[in-house]
């Protein structure tokens, strides 16, 4: 099969009991045993759930790994996996992440002995560099949010399989439609599925897929013991969108590209980042490692901001993205409100710093809004 036709059918097979089409939500916490000692093949809900296994079981598919595992939120995916490490590791992580994850990182995970150096993860000297004797984990998030910088994923798998660590990929922009890590040899797959994945802002979620079966025996445990893991309403959902995902996304892109190319003609801003553009320095990596650009663009705009984020009619001021309705954010005091000030301004995210999530609208109404918005 395919990938728009995992997407569609997955692992999702008709009910036994019913023969209904559609996988029913589960809405069970206990199961009954058949006999003693002997189970249907689930007994509780934290540890394993129907509707939760279809969707984690498709994840995994469309992502090339070994298992999947959905979480309540991306950020209880990301919680999860951190537990893979212990008290006096250390963590080389891409510095223009996730605001979230960077506190996960810096505000929480450090006071209990984890040790994180955030890096621009684009050469390999400086990598290597960053390598300590208790380095055990590289984090990688490509495109980075906001500012949609590009790691090359082959180049920090060869550092990392040298030096015998594990890689940990943030795929929550790209999709596995538009970068599979685990073909590129990463270790695990974290995803907010609450972004493209469910992809109508209507539910947050998250999941990680393995790559070896070590690593799936050690998510597994994790998820049960920490009970982190999403309910059966909310993996229904995620397993909904995901049929339309390869579709929505290719529109995602298509637009996205479309506004990426007005905005770098227009007078009011200084600078585009998309990686699909041939003037964004990761363009020649991303053609080569992706199989498209993503919705997301991020620009900064020349004198006055608010103007601007009060000036959007169709676009809404709201953080997240991925889903049908086009949404803008400011990351200084939204998604990035979590990280210092200096730490922002060093890594490039500066307060004319505009972040997009192109809908799926029709184009000409986006580009309207944007020039109408762009003029006040
Ligand atoms: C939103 C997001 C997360 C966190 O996911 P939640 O579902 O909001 O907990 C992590 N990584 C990236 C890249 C995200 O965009």
Known sequence: MRFETIAIHGSEKPDPTTGALITPIYQTSTFAFEDVGKTRGYDYSRTSNPTRKVLEETIARLEGGKAGFAFATGMAAEATAIYLLKAGDHVISGDDIYGGTYRLFQDVMTNFGLEFTFLRLNNRREIEDAIRPNTRMIWIETPSNPLLNITDVEMVVDIARKHNLLTMADNTFPTPCFLRPIEYGVDLVVHSTTKYLNGHCDVVGGAIVT????????????????????????????????????????????????????????????RVFYPGLKSHPGHEIAARQMDGFGGMVSFEINGEVNSFLRGVELFILAESLGGANSLVEHPATMSHASMPKEFREKVGIFDNLVRLSVGLENIEDIIEDLEQALAK
Do not use: Y
Not at 217 to 245: E, H, M, Y
Not at 246 to 260: E, F, I, Y
């Open 211 to 270: 790559a070896t079966d070590d690593l799936t025996q050690k998510v597994q445990f994790l998820l049960n013991a920490l009970g982190t893991c999403a309910s059966p309403f909310d993996c229904w959902l995620v397993l909904r969108g995901i049929k339309t995902l390869p579709l929505r996304v290719k529109q995602h892109a298509m637009s996205a590209a479309a506004v990426a190319s007005f905005l770098e003609k227009h007078p009011r801003v200084s």
